[in-house]
C-alpha cells in the first residue's frame, strides 16, 4: 500500500474541510514547504515512488499552483491549520521540516522568528513527543563570510557569525537542537539537519529576488545581454571570482529520500557538492547551455547585499559521507545543462 504523505508550507492555501483523521488509513510523512521550490521536487520524487501526498501551503495568487500542477496532492491545506491537523493524532511517520521565510534581505525580525525557529521548535517537540522522524532545513547562511570554516558539527556552532537575519534564524534554531539534545530531554528517534548551500533547478520561478544565479544569467541572455555579475567586494577576490558551492536541486532531493530510507542516520549535515565554483564559471556555463558565445559584465554590488554577501562558501561532506551516503553530486556543467535543456527550453518549464 502507498504511504501518504502531507507537506506543510509557510506559503498560503485552500483549506479542505474533511477532517484528516476520515481521510488517511496508513502512515504519512509531512513536508513543510510541499509547493515551494524545494519542497515540489521533494514531492514529485515522492509521487514518482508511488506515495499519496498531502500539501499544506499557501499558493496565493501568483503562479506558485503551477509547482504541483504535475503532481496534484490529494488535500491541500492551510498552513494556519497545521496546529488543528497536528491535534488531531495524525499517523504521522516523519516530518521534513522545509518551509520557511528564506530571503536573505528579510527585515521583520519578529516575523522571521516566528516562521523560521518558533515553529521549527514546535515541530521538534511535536516528533519528540510522538516518536516522528524529523529532518529540517538549516542554510549554508549560518557559517557567514567563512571565516570560521565550514565544518557541520554541533560542536563548533558557537564560532559560527551569520551575516543576515535568515542566516541568524537558522543559525538559531541548530542552536536550540543542540541544547534539547544536551539537556537529554526527549527526541525525535531520527533527527537530521540539512545546511543548505546554493541551491538551483525547477519550480523556482515564484521566488522573485531570490531565484537563482542561473536563472537570473539565463534569462539575462534571452533578454539579448550578457550576463551580469556583482564585481568583488573584496581586494583579493577578483571579479567573478566570489566562489560558492552550486548544487542542482536533484542531488538534495537524493539525500532526502536517503534519509527516509536510512533511519539510523542522525546529525548536522552540509548539503552542496563539496566544491566550490566561481561565478564566472557559472556565467559561462550558463552561455555554453544557452547556445552563446561566453561574454559577462560586471556591476556594482547593490546596497543591500554590501556587507553581508557570502564570497566564498564549499561545503565540507565528510560527515554525511561518514553516516553512509554514498551518492554522486552533479558538477556545475551538467547541472545547468539539464536544467536550461530539459525546462528553462521547455514550453512548460515546471517539473
Known amino acids: 500500500m ?30 513543510t514547504g510541499g509547493a515551494g521550490f524545494i519542497g515540489s521536487n521533494l514531492h514529485a520524487a515522492l509521487v514518482a515512488r508511488g506515495h499519496e501526498t498531502i500539501v499544506v501551503d499557501r499558493l496565493r495568487d501568483g503562479g506558485k499552483w503551477r509547482n504541483l500542477a504535475h ?3 490529494a488535500r491541500l491545506i492551510s498552513p494556519d491549520a497545521l496546529d488543528d491537523f497536528l491535534d488531531s493524532h495524525p499517523p504521522v511517520e516523519m516530518v521534513f521540516h522545509l518551509g520557511a521565510i528564506s530571503s536573505t534581505t528579510a527585515r521583520d525580525g519578529d516575523l522571521v522568528w516566528a516562521a523560521n525557529v518558533a515553529l521549527s521548535q514546535r515541530l521538534w517537540a511535536w516528533c519528540a513527543n510522538r516518536g516522528v522522524r524529523f529532518v529540517y532545513a538549516s ?5 557567514g563570510n567563512g571565516s570560521a570554516g565550514f ?26 537542537v543542540r541544547r534539547m539534545l544536551t539537556r537529554g530531554g526527549k527526541r525525535p528517534p ?5 545546511k543548505f548551500f546554493n541551491v538551483y533547478g ?11 544565479v542561473v536563472k537570473v544569467k539565463y534569462d539575462e541572455i534571452l533578454e539579448g545581454r550578457a550576463p551580469r555579475l556583482f564585481r568583488s567586494d573584496r581586494a583579493e577576490i577578483p571579479d567573478g571570482g ?27 549535515f552540509n548539503l552542496g557538492t ?14 555554453a547551455a544557452a547556445g552563446v558565445e561566453p561574454a559577462v559584465e560586471f556591476v556594482e554590488m547593490t546596497r543591500s547585499l554590501q556587507g553581508q554577501y557570502q564570497s566564498y562558501t564549499e561545503a565540507d561532506m565528510s560527515r554525511l559521507r561518514a553516516a553512509g551516503y554514498g551518492g554522486q553530486f552533479t558538477p556545475l556543467e551538467t547541472g545547468i545543462g539539464r536544467y536550461v535543456r530539459d525546462f528553462l527550453r521547455a514550453a512548460d518549464p515546471y517539473r
Open 202 to 212: 525547477p519550480n523556482e520561478y515564484h521566488k522573485g529576488h531570490m531565484v537563482s
Open 2 to 31: 502507498p504511504v501518504s504523505c502531507i507537506m506543510v508550507g509557510c506559503g498560503g492555501g485552500l483549506l479542505c474541510v474533511t477532517p484528516p483523521h476520515t481521510l488517511y488509513a496508513h502512515l504519512m510523512i509531512m513536508v
Open 274 to 287: 563539496g566544491r566550490a565554483r566561481t561565478y564566472l564559471d557559472l556565467a559561462h556555463a550558463v552561455c
Open 139 to 143: 542554510s549554508a547562511a549560518t557559517y
Open 151 to 176: 565544518n557541520d558539527g554541533l560542536e563548533g556552532l558557537d564560532a559560527l557569525r551569520p551575516m543576515n537575519l535568515y542566516g541568524w534564524s537558522k543559525h538559531a534554531f541548530d542552536l536550540s
Open 190 to 194: 531520527q533527527w537530521a539537519g540539512l
Open 242 to 268: 566570489q566562489r560558492r558551492d552550486f548544487i542542482w536541486v536533484d542531488d538534495l532531493v537524493d539525500v532526502m529520500l536517503w534519509l527516509l530510507d536510512t533511519p539510523g542516520a542522525n546529525g548536522l
Open 71 to 73: 503532481h496534484a496532492p
